[in-house]
């Protein structure tokens, strides 16, 4: 199929709905599917079988209006058999021009909202061929809330590029380093990484990633912590390497987290660093939550702990560290389960499933872009 990602993400920020959408766009590509990838970004270009088509747009009242325009344009230039999109308002501009779509979600709208009167809306609309859900847990909900056959919804968590086999660690020398990777918003992690340096004095915890407001307050809070390093932003291209270099990789969610966006996402989740930490090859320590165990088994492919017991998470590291086989034999299952089932490109395959081109779609375009 000819696909159109229309996207609204900025390609040239940090935030991770880039890293995703470009990911996804290059899976869809490597699957044979010739893609175009809108949204913002510095320049024209190619990448990885792509075909961009970006915005560089600097006045954030206008964005939407922007976006809107473009996507049009798109489908009427390059006449896509399907456009792929995770923003409501980008489907609905391509069903107003006929085109099938496949939307996708990583949350839902409050119930009252405008947001979810939209949603409704292109809900309803048989040309939304397919609806992807990050979740089982966004799944039931959506069908719940919504009422939305089953047939339509694919529940896709995210993924990782695999990547070459990482190295062991090897043995240990001094302290054991444990990993985080992310943002540093509330419910994310670095509250329990803060708690838990003075209880495990004997680790080392490496912290990357954060924006600049946010590192500045955390190092200020953890001034006095000699084994806590916050390094503050790394480039995404450098992440696997700084993973390599640990020993132990941490997820420490709250029963509450938050998102760029704002809200309680803790039931829909599923964090593109999980899917990272198990190409790593590393053991997981992450927090024991329903929509976790949806990808991560206890004792098998990672030590899932209670989200806010300190007590809990520092006996977790104590059990790593003294025992070498089990965190070598928790990161091949983890390399092992992402390799199946949870790479870029088996995620492409899961949500173009049975989806084929409808080339009557085409006929519904406008000649010229308006």
Not at 171 to 187: D, E, I, M, S
Request: proline content about 6%; aromatic content about 6%; charged content about 20%.
């Amino acid at each position: 199929m000819n696909i159109l990602y229309a996207s609204n993400s900025d390609f040239a920020s940090r935030q991770a709905n880039a890293i995703q959408v470009m990911n996804m766009s290059r899976a869809f590509a490597r699957q044979g599917h010739p893609v175009v990838l809108s949204g913002f970004g510095p320049a024209l270009a190619s990448d990885g079988g792509l075909t961009l088509q970006l915005l560089r747009w600097p006045w954030q009242r206008l964005r939407l209006r922007m976006l809107l325009w473009h996507t049009r344009r798109q489908v009427v230039r390059h006449r896509p058999d399907l456009v792929f999109t995770r923003h409501a308002l980008l489907a609905r501009q391509a069903r107003s021009l006929g085109v099938p779509v496949a939307l996708e979600l990583h949350s839902l709208p409050r119930p009252d909202s405008t947001a979810s009167g939209v949603l409704r809306s292109l809900l309803n609309d048989p040309g939304i061929r397919r609806v992807v859900t990050i979740s089982r847990g966004l799944a039931d909900d959506l069908k719940a809330q919504y009422a939305v056959e089953a047939a339509r919804v694919v529940v896709a968590h995210d993924g990782a590029e695999a990547g070459p086999k990482p190295r062991a660690a090897g043995a240990q020398a001094g302290a054991l380093r444990a990993g985080y990777f992310g943002h540093l918003y509330p419910g994310k992690g670095m509250e329990m990484i803060a708690a838990l340096a003075p209880a495990v004095p004997e680790t080392r915890f490496e912290v990357y990633g954060g924006t600049e407001d946010d590192i500045a307050r955390w190092r200020s809070q953890t001034a006095g912590l000699p084994n806590l390093t916050l390094h503050g932003h790394i480039p995404h291209a450098e992440v696997a390497a700084r993973q390599a270099e640990c020993d132990i990789l941490l997820a420490p969610y709250a029963q509450q987290v938050s998102h760029s966006g704002g809200g309680d996402i803790s039931r829909w989740m599923s964090p593109l660093k999980l899917f990272e930490y198990m190409a790593a090859g590393r053991p997981v320590v992450t927090s024991d939550m329903a929509v976790l165990r949806e990808i991560l088994t206890h004792g098998e492919t990672a030590i899932l702990c209670p989200p806010d017991d300190v007590g809990a998470w520092a006996a977790g590291l104590r059990r790593l560290a003294g025992d070498a086989p089990l965190r070598e034999r928790l990161g091949a299952a983890g390399r092992d389960l992402l390799e199946r089932e949870y790479t870029w490109d088996r995620r492409a395959e899961r949500v173009l499933e049975g989806l084929g081109p409808d080339r009557s779609a085409a006929t519904a375009c406008r000649d010229s872009a308006p």
